[in-house]
Every structure is written in C-alpha cells, then in structure tokens.
C-alpha cells in the first residue's frame, strides 16, 4: 500500500513539473480633462451642422486605451506551451464596458508557442494594420496615426488565424488570416432589421519586421473586405492597406516616420459629394527620452484623399512624467488644418459633418489639449 501512495505521489509531482501554468490579470487606466475648438453644432438639411463650438469635457483614452485582461500559459512539455488571451477596453470616465464587441472586444484567442517554431493563436485579435503602434510617436494615442484615416489602423478583427515566428537573424514575420464564415469567402454578411450586416468580410495581413540596434524596419500589407459583398468600397473602413515604416535609435532620441497607401476597387457612398477611393497618409515624429522619468514628443501627421477628398495636417507636441514605473501624467497639444474639401478631425471619426460626428466643418480647422493621468497594472 506505502509502495503504491509513493508511486503515485511521484507520477503527480512528475505531473506537476510536466505542466506548469499561470495566469495574469492586469489592466490599464487612462483618464483626463479634454479641451477643443471647431466642434461641429447645430443641425441643417440632412443632419448636416451648421456651425461650430468649443468644447471642454472629461475623457478616458485620450493617451491609450482603457482596458482590462487575462492571460495564462500552461507549459506542456517538449518546449511547447498553450495560451489564452482575453481583453476587453471600458470607460474610466463612466465605467462603461465595450459595446457590440463583447465584453472581450479586444482579444478572445487560444493557441499554441513553441520557442523554435512560433505562435499559433485562434480567435478574436487586433488587426494586423495596429502593427503601425511600434513606430507612431503618440503610440496611437487618440490624436495621431489612426485620426487621418479615420481609425482605418487600429480595428479588431474576429474569426482569426494568426502566426507570429521567432526572430530569426533579426527578422520575424507576422502573418494574420480572418475568415468572413460566410457562404461566399470573401464576404456576404447577412442583414439585420436595421439593415446593417451582421458579420464581417474577410480580412487578411502579413508583416515581416527587421529589427538591428540602430534601427527598425517595417512592412505591412493588409486588407478589409466589405461583408456585405466582399468588396473594397470604402478607403477608411474596406481597402487594401500598404505600409512602410522605420525607427532609428540614437541615445536619448527615438525617430519614427511612416508612409501608407490606401487602395479601393471603388467606393459605394459620397460624403457631402466626395468619394475618395485612393488615400495617401504619412507621419515623421521625435521622442526625447530627456530623463529617465520625462519624455517629449512632437510630431506631423499628413493625409491626401483623392476625388476631391482634400488634404490634411495634424502638428502636434506632447509628453509624459512617470510618477512611478505604473504610473504617469501626460499632456498633448495639437491641432489638425485642413484643406478646402477635407473635414478630417483630431478624433478618429467616421466620415461625416453632423453635430454627433466630432467632425469639423469642411474646410475648417479644430485644435485642442488634453491632459490626464494613466496606471497600469
């Protein structure tokens, strides 16, 4: 009896070096007062506004996303180890959770690493176009590399299958294929009552990253399909997507700069007449890490839409203090000017030049400040 309690105390410690596993919970809290001009009021013929204001309010986001996770590793055996991911954004401000994303809007994957071959991971991810995040100045905060293509680079995406490969020789490639589950594979999502599709069409992405000390390259090429009919129809929401981007590292100073070209098949709705199908946007920032704890920032971000669509260029300063390695304040001056034709605003919005849109009027201009305080945990 002592002989078979001892075996099978051994075959559970055995068992338990075998397949080790944690999990994390962490989260992130961003939260601030928010000033800016050239916000659209009113309403005139067809929802249009008819003027503009300004506008002071508290905000949660402006710097990053507030948002919430799990992750965990089961370690089992043979280099080999299963992930899960799960991670939703909320509202510091109000408390508000995501709306129709879920409550894991962000990420919802399982998978599989090993340190010779890579990670495989099924589910819920962001879209391979935020891999632009690594070489945006502003980190994509919420005045910067996503507000001129109005949030084109930082969707999520459902239904993926992704690959990440170890860094080999300085490269690593990242690829991210996500399946429209429809009955035509590129996408013929069906309607609901309100007549808005009920799935998405399907997206795909690869990214091949070089990484020396001195410097860091980047291409991506991505696409989003319409999924009502699996088209590319719309520059800012289903196009295809390519981007060149670098940093290079000298001392205490980080340069970024980016180049992306937006491509359509042909656009299926106008607003206020224009209907860009090819976009051309660009950014060129510093970063001086002045201290160990202070940091300053300035940047220029530049937008050109074809058809009349217009032009557009948000210059911006900023920076943060770390109070501590989890906590920072941060602050953020910026303004975006437009062209005669553009209505491009320092928010990432969908085109539109209504009061609810945030939008300036076409041809105006809109500034703003914003500073809040971020913890991580």
Not at 315 to 337: C, E, M, W
């Amino acid at each position: 009896m002592k002989k078979a309690l001892l075996a099978a105390s051994l075959l559970t410690m055995g068992a338990a070096a075998h397949a080790q596993s944690s999990v994390t919970l962490y989260g992130r809290l961003d939260a601030g007062l928010e000033y800016m001009s050239g916000v659209p009021t009113g309403s005139g013929p067809k929802g249009q506004a008819t003027g503009s204001g300004n506008r002071f309010r508290a905000e949660s986001g402006d710097w990053g996303t507030s948002l919430w996770g799990i992750k965990g590793i089961e370690d089992i055996g043979g280099g080999n180890k299963v992930l899960f991911h799960l991670e939703g954004s909320f509202n510091t401000m109000t408390g508000a959770g995501p709306g129709g994303g879920g409550i894991f809007n962000r990420w919802a994957t399982i998978g599989m690493s090993n340190d010779n071959y890579g990670t495989l991971l099924l589910g819920r991810e962001l879209f391979i176009a935020n891999g632009v995040w690594d070489f945006d100045p502003f980190g994509q905060s919420n005045w910067s590399s996503a507000s001129l293509v109005r949030g084109r680079n930082w969707t999520q995406s459902s239904n993926n299958i992704s690959y990440q490969s170890p860094k080999i020789a300085g490269f690593d490639v990242y690829g991210q294929y996500s399946l429209s589950n429809t009955t035509n594979w590129n996408g013929n999502s069906p309607l609901d009552a309100n007549g808005n599709p009920t799935g998405q069409g399907r997206q795909a992405g690869l990214q091949v990253t070089y990484t020396a000390p001195l410097f860091q390259v980047r291409g991506i090429y991505d696409e989003i399909r319409n999924p009502n009919n699996g088209q590319f129809t719309n520059a800012f929401q289903y196009s295809r997507e390519y981007t060149a981007a670098v940093n290079v590292f000298l001392g205490q100073f980080k340069i970024q700069a980016a180049y992306q070209a937006i491509r359509t098949s042909g656009a299926a709705t106008a607003v206020s007449g224009i209907v860009p199908t090819s976009v051309d946007h660009e950014w060129g920032g510093v970063t001086w890490q002045a201290t160990p704890v202070a940091a300053l920032i300035a940047a220029v971000y530049h937008v050109n839409a074809n058809k009349g669509g217009g032009n557009a260029t948000i210059y911006t300063v900023g920076g943060s203090y770390n109070l501590s390695r989890r906590t920072l304040l941060d602050i953020q001056i910026a303004t975006v000017r437009n062209s005669s034709t553009a209505n491009f605003g320092l928010n990432a919005n969908n085109a539109g030049v209504s009061a609810a849109s945030d939008n300036p009027l076409v041809g105006h201009n809109q500034s703003g400040v914003y500073a809040g305080i971020q913890h991580v945990f």
